[in-house]
């Protein structure tokens, strides 16, 4: 077969919104295809099977891990199962596209990173903004602000599963088991980009509000690097209607949203604006069509999405966690 008219067959490991956010941006990848479908519970797997057209199901991961059906997998299971979930994939030389929060730490994203090249397979984490042509309008452009003196980037979204909470029902979001809480799920988005564009900072100072169910519901994280500082802000308990900005001495980079950057734009000193954003298409597509053609092209990671960029930003993350007192059940295998 020519690579050209090569297909990927996927399998998804979950049912969730965000599992149907990905498939609505697969649509307008070509060399997409989805082959198979995973749930714990077989009604809920061939419910969600059928509405796509899909026929094999599976309720045994070992069993996809080894089915000839798929070449790679999307993982959008609760943040605690990533690392395991990859793995076995891995292992079984399926390549494996894992949603973010990678994984629970950094001992966890290392031994994925390991299996990876063991077994000859990309692996690549689901981090869509930074794949967006918006984003690479805003790499292109950065040089126009002059010297940078800070990042701030704000991405704070009330969680509909927050009001259950209040009502005293604690929902997967705001569960310390599954590694979850507004630093992996929401706050990852804000720090993700700022270490694609300027590196691994020299200090990190967090700050946040614990809920008592022992995850973050919302926080703040300043940066020190040698000639600016990053800032962000994140919650999954109230909102936030400010764009990201970068901040030079010759202008500021205005972003709308972090997690989708639909608009740029940059402010000149002197007043003067320049519009710099193209129409994108869903979001989500970017980032499958990044992975699909590491795979065709035999490539074995990305350069924007790259396994150093997650490490760095885990190895951030369990800083944060580390100065909030915020510990996972995973810290401690």
Excluded: W
């Amino acid at each position: 077969m020519n690579m050209d008219d090569r297909i990927i067959r996927f399998g998804v490991i979950g049912t969730s919104e965000i599992t149907q956010v990905f498939l609505k941006g697969a649509k307008l990848v070509e060399k997409f295809k989805l082959a198979a479908v995973y749930s714990r519970k077989e009604e809920t797997a061939r419910e969600f099977a059928d509405k796509y057209g899909v026929k094999t199901i599976f309720t045994s991961l070992e069993e996809m891990a080894k089915s000839d059906e798929i070449d790679a997998v999307y993982i959008a299971s609760p943040n605690s199962f990533h690392a395991k979930q990859a793995i076995i994939f891995m292992k079984n030389r399926k390549h494996v596209l894992c949603e973010k929060a990678f994984a629970s730490n950094i001992k966890e994203v290392e031994e994925m990173i390991k299996v990876a090249k063991e077994n000859n397979v990309v692996l690549m984490e689901a981090m869509r903004t930074t794949l967006t042509p918006n984003f690479k309008i805003v790499m292109e452009n950065i040089y126009k602000l002059g010297k940078i003196r800070r990042y701030f980037s704000s991405f704070c979204k009330y969680s509909s599963r927050y009001d259950k909470y209040r009502e005293g029902v604690v929902l997967n979001a705001f569960k310390r088991e599954l590694s979850n809480g507004a630093l992996m799920d929401i706050g990852v988005y804000t720090i993700y980009p700022m270490i694609t564009l300027f590196g691994e900072p020299k200090e990190i100072k967090a700050t946040s509000y614990m809920l008592e169910s022992g995850v973050d519901g919302e926080g703040s994280v300043i940066f020190k690097y040698d000639e600016m500082e990053g800032s962000v802000i994140y919650s999954k308990i109230s909102n936030s209607y400010l764009p990201t900005e970068i901040q030079g001495e010759e202008g500021t980079m205005i972003i709308d949203k972090i997690n989708e950057v639909n608009s740029v734009k940059i402010v000149y000193k002197d007043g003067n604006i320049e519009e710099l954003s193209t129409n994108q298409e869903d979001s989500m597509c970017y980032e499958i069509d990044e992975f699909v053609n590491l795979i065709i092209n035999n490539k074995k990671e990305s350069n924007i999405n790259s396994l150093e960029n997650s490490k760095i930003v885990m190895k951030i993350m369990d800083n944060v966690r580390s100065q909030i007192g915020l510990e996972f059940i995973a810290d401690k295998n």
